[in-house]
């Protein structure tokens, strides 16, 4: 058994792209990354977020006018598979996103990430059904369809993300494949295009998604980090025929490692059930369910905030759009040339899109890495399209001024040598 | 789309057992029951073990020379996907179950419910695995293989557990279905039985792993609360021949609210690369990483401990040992009666078999619970085999002495009336 034979689709390159980037980050500590799409710890302020626990304790005590111990240990106990802060939760995706639920349709889930493998295991049947996926798009969602054997359509996107055009085809050439069941997006400061999705495209894609049955997944880890501007309305506070299912995160928001997220799914099922109560059986499967020790200290935190997560997030908002402002600046130096370099400015969310007038592979990123110091993020690792091959996506969020001006000087020279090279008909 | 049509794998029973037995809980809050396989809240410690993450970032900030600052910042950010507590868990492992591995063979998983996730999706292809399973089997695994459209074999458990007869003889029914890809048991204390596979029994279903070239998965939630004796070796701890997969629970040993668990896959792959870290990328696509909140807490409780759960576990296992025999104490004088009434004397973990002079049903629990205010668990829950028809499941780890005795007593006389009932030829 020693000579272990893996699973066939451990062969696909998307399996390895955290582990290609993670391994380029470390044996090059000291170059400058624009490639995790992480924020930036010293907005966090863990420690005081962690002491909420005790406020929580506190007020369940009171409430329920039972020991402190006694509440103490219902936070050890296994506990409801859908969450028991729900309520909690329902008042902020009320007051943040408009979004309005009941807590019976909340699932908490461990990440936004969770809340997919919830989705896919879920909702889809392997030989019938086909997920529609903006293209690029986040690994995490088309790895696990791949891990999974869910087949998979692109959406081309265009710089406004996905068009209402661009879906009508893609549920036409999955229909020779399958049931097109639901499309995947992060329609607000895309991972990884930085895009927006405008008011009347959504409007135009909810009634395509009603008209042709098909599910909206909508994920919206970055949709509060909105920079210019009002925030645009969710898919789900736009949804009134129960084609949308919302994955709330709030690793961008509070922080990663609590590994908080939560699953919208106010529809209900052909039997007249909860569909949210049929997928926490899914739920209770995968991690039984999520830590009341992270619950609660993002019920806290919440609680102290008067159900929103304006105030934790105003402060990174700040920071991030200042960042995103040096960047767009940086390429405005560096990468002068229009002629050759181009970038999108977005809204708001982590990342932004730079097309090269060459293709960036993983080779490029190492040789980059190793040679000037600097990493990032080849599009081609999250997309089917190979008009990707020449962008990058820098991210913005976990750097500092000073290694973002130094980073984007360090890329820049590595494309003119690249350019050089091309001119001259080699690659070293 | 608001009628919303489920997989067809919801149709199974097997999904909807956790959900039954809650809601006949909910239905009748002041029954006393043996249904839930949980450990007791008072045996816990929460808000010590909490509070252990102080000791953590101090110890951290020291070792590596950094502000405590930057350490509860790390602790906010995204993590190591395997998990960062790995060289204490391995320490662990060593000192506690005398599993030798090192710390990049070991995933650190949210729940031992995640780690057969991870098997499951990473290991198995759905069109030519086949997954042996004990029968009765704890239904996570089960349902969760249901739920992939995974093939399932169950081999019928003696008083001892899985015997290598039985196994040769599922081996064999397999084959026409597929290739035997893997064996899942909780050899120790077995969930629902209670039942312990003896060590010369362990090494003969070794051998025939090695032999079909089969991985043995072995579950241990339950290793550490042995009541009599010496505990047995691990299978892991017995493997020379890279065939076993181990899986570890906290929830039992600390407690389940940190949801924390571990698998060891020290095997290599074909291609040369460690397990671990292929079914690593799995991780990732179910859950990022597991909480750093909750994997410090978890260190820190071992590192006060010199590496063993034994002063954890020590009071627990003295509780848990004395309702046990407080339970077989009861069943003793309230099921007299060995001509209609049998029951196995576990040698350790949760769980007491009652054979019974009739078939009990879901609709005996409810009319138990609601008629004689007491809840039990169905063994035909957990089996494909009529044979288990007949038998219940009772859990003695989370019930006071009072309970235990009063609930036997209200057991026996349901039981009582069933069998008065049959004796007529008829049920109400």
Chains 1, 2 share one sequence.
């Not at 420690?47 to 409430?63: D, L, M, P, S």
Request: net charge neutral.
């Amino acid at each position: 058994v020693s000579e272990f034979i893996m699973k066939r689709c451990f062969g696909d390159p998307i399996l390895d792209v955290m582990n290609f980037l993670n391994q380029v980050i470390l044996e090059n500590p000291q170059a400058i990354s624009f490639a995790p799409g992480r924020p930036l710890e010293s907005l966090f302020d863990v420690e005081n977020t962690f002491k909420g626990i005790y406020n929580y304790v506190q007020a369940e005590a009171h409430r329920s006018s039972k020991p402190t111990e006694t509440v103490w240990g219902s936070l050890g106990q296994y506990s409801w598979t859908s969450g028991f802060i729900n309520q909690t939760i329902a008042k902020q995706l009320f007051h943040d996103e408009n979004i309005n639920v009941c807590p019976e349709s909340i699932i908490i889930t461990v990440g936004a990430q969770e809340a997919m493998a919830i989705l896919l295991l879920g909702i889809f049947d392997v030989n019938e059904d086909v997920l529609l996926v903006s293209d690029p798009t986040y690994v995490g969602m088309t790895g696990l369809a791949k891990l999974l054997g869910i087949r998979l359509v692109p959406i081309p996107c265009g710089s406004n993300g996905v068009t209402a055009e661009a879906l009508l085809l893609a549920i036409g050439k999955a229909s020779s494949q399958g049931r097109a069941r639901a499309i995947y997006d992060v329609p607000d400061f895309n991972n990884p295009l930085g895009t927006s999705v405008p008011l009347e495209e959504r409007l135009k894609l909810l009634d395509l998604c009603h008209e042709h049955k098909l599910l909206y997944i909508e994920d919206n880890p970055y949709g509060m980090f909105c920079y210019d501007g009002e925030k645009l309305p969710t898919f789900k506070s736009l949804d009134k025929r129960g084609s949308v299912l919302y994955i709330a995160s709030y690793s961008k928001t509070v922080f990663p490692g609590l590994r908080l997220g939560c699953l919208v799914a106010d529809q209900m099922t052909s039997e007249g059930g909860r569909l949210a109560l049929e997928l926490s059986k899914v739920k209770s499967l995968i991690t039984v369910n999520t830590s009341s020790i992270c619950q609660c200290i993002l019920a806290s935190a919440l609680a102290s905030n008067n159900y929103t997560l304006e105030p934790l997030v105003s402060p990174k908002r700040e920071y991030y759009r200042r960042c995103r402002d040096i960047l767009l600046d940086c390429l405005s130096i560096e990468f002068a040339d229009r002629t050759l370099f181009d970038w999108n400015c977005p809204r708001g969310g982590f990342f932004i899109t730079l097309t090269l007038p060459f293709k960036c592979d993983s080779e490029d990123v190492r040789r980059c890495a190793r040679d000037y110091g600097v990493i990032v993020c080849p599009m081609m690792f999250f997309s089917a399209d190979s008009n990707r091959n020449s962008q990058v996506r820098l991210s913005f969020s976990y750097l500092a001024e000073h290694d973002i001006r130094e980073g984007t000087r360090r890329f820049s020279r590595f494309c003119q040598e690249r350019i050089r090279q091309l001119a001259y008909g080699k690659r070293v």
